[in-house]
């Protein structure tokens, strides 16, 4: 959907699962499952920032991959995606365990995931699937190892491009392994594989393992910011997993999910920053029941991808007004205010010093923020852009720059460790 179908459709511009594969998403939850981990399927593509191994797939060969949940419970399942599959998916066969550290895990700790008393199962082409539950105990901000293995040739995987996670592959049947020697033959990817979430069952009520009743599942709803590019690998510092250890320090512990895909746009789709948000977000954000609060952060690549190069990743990209990405976020808050769930809105951190910055795209970006914090149609704002901006030249009011000790000086758009934290400091945890 472009910018110029939402003005037509709306005044102003305005514009996960179930074990069989084709009943909604919301039917993967129902009774005592609750979100504990989550992200955001993409079609497979080529990325030139590193590689992955979504095009060529998987044949005879083991994938290894990291995860941390956000809720603990006596039992957990694991969800697969094949929705940007053109043909069935074969899983041979899968684990989970406890991580041990880097592609090892705890040898205890390994079970096996069966889908309807079955080791291996298909997915079909654009479906998703649940296993059956696993009796393995696991505790808020865990890390989690989930290993499937593909005997025959997968074709191009449906994936997540920016994990900021590790994950490994090894040639051949190694998803029982508890040493990592088997996948220390070629260099980790930095995205997952057809995995799609994990759910936990039966958790404590208001412990650390609390996974939060019905409703209070947070998602949070963005672009690269949101997924942690920038971020320490492995080390999950991302702005929603800070924000998950605020919730829980004060005694609020709860899930953050994390629906970000780098690059994504209010508007308009991309080959490799996923569907827009407008495609997206009744799927990623508003497809778990148990969500309760959704945390919306994205414009600001509606705003700088036009002013780049253009290439198969930013093809489509045409200059947006503010009108249009308010006009935008107009429809992502009907939509979640429908279900029941409350939008937080998120402004647009600075960006000058990126070589995507320009005065038009400054104004834009400034009338933006104006409006989420005075337009009145969020259920709350937390001020990224107040948060991470340094001291305005006074000489050069538009050139408002994130503080140095924040952001990446490689790109002055995307933020370190401690830009993602103050990120995660700046809400007011009332408002979830």
């Given at each position: ?138 505790k808020a901000f865990e890390q989690l190892t989930v290993t499937f293995y593909f005997e025959g040739p997968t074709g191009p995987a449906t ?274």
């Amino acid at each position: 959907m472009n910018a110029k179908t939402i003005a037509l459709a709306v005044p102003l511009a305005a514009a996960l699962l179930t074990a069989t594969a084709t009943a909604p998403a919301s039917a993967a939850y129902g009774g005592p499952w609750s979100s504990a981990w989550g992200t955001s399927p993409q079609t497979p593509t080529h990325t030139p920032w590193f590689a992955n191994w979504s095009e060529e797939g998987f044949a005879d060969q083991s994938v290894r991959q990291v995860i941390r949940v956000g809720a603990g419970g006596s039992e957990l399942r694991v969800r697969v995606t094949n929705l940007y599959g053109k043909t069935p998916l074969k899983l041979t066969g899968a684990t989970v365990a406890r991580t041990a550290g880097g592609a090892a895990v705890q040898p205890e700790s390994v079970r096996a995931l069966r889908f309807d008393g079955a080791q291996s199962v298909t997915v079909p082409a654009g479906g998703q699937l649940s296993s059956d539950a696993v009796a393995l105990p696991v505790k808020a901000f865990e890390q989690l190892t989930v290993t499937f293995y593909f005997e025959g040739p997968t074709g191009p995987a449906t994936f997540h491009n920016v994990a900021m996670s590790l994950s490994y592959r090894a040639t051949g049947d190694h998803r029982r392994d508890a040493a990592a020697d088997a996948f220390a033959a070629g260099p980790p990817s930095l995205s997952w594989s057809y995995l799609a979430g994990v759910d936990v069952k039966n958790a404590r009520p208001g412990g650390a393992g609390d996974a939060g009743g019905s409703r209070k599942a947070v998602v949070a709803f963005g672009d690269s910011l949101t997924d942690g590019f920038g971020a320490t690998p492995g080390a999950d510092r991302r702005y929603p997993d800070e924000l998950a250890k605020r919730l829980a320090a004060e005694g609020r512990s709860r899930p953050v999910l994390n629906a970000g895909i780098g690059g994504n746009k209010v508007l308009n789709d991309s080959d490799c920053f996923g569907e827009s948000a407008l495609s997206r977000f009744r799927r990623d954000a508003l497809g778990r029941p148990d969500v309760g609060t959704v945390v919306l952060l994205e414009g600001t690549n509606d705003i700088v991808q036009p002013e780049g190069p253009q290439d198969h990743c930013t093809a489509g990209s045409p200059k947006v007004t503010a009108e249009e990405i308010i006009a935008g976020y107009r429809q992502l808050i009907r939509e979640a205010h429908t279900r029941g769930v409350r939008v937080i809105g998120a402004t647009i951190p600075p960006f000058h010093g990126s070589k995507y910055w320009t005065e038009r795209g400054e104004d834009v970006r400034t009338a933006v923020n104006h409006w989420i914090r005075t337009g009145g149609a969020y259920d709350g704002v937390v001020d990224f852009d107040r948060v991470l901006a340094a001291p305005a030249d006074p000489a050069r009011p538009k050139e408002v720059k994130v503080k140095e000790e924040y952001v990446l000086e490689m790109d002055h758009l995307h933020m370190k460790d401690a830009g993602y934290k103050a990120m995660a400091d700046a809400f007011d945890l009332n408002s979830l």
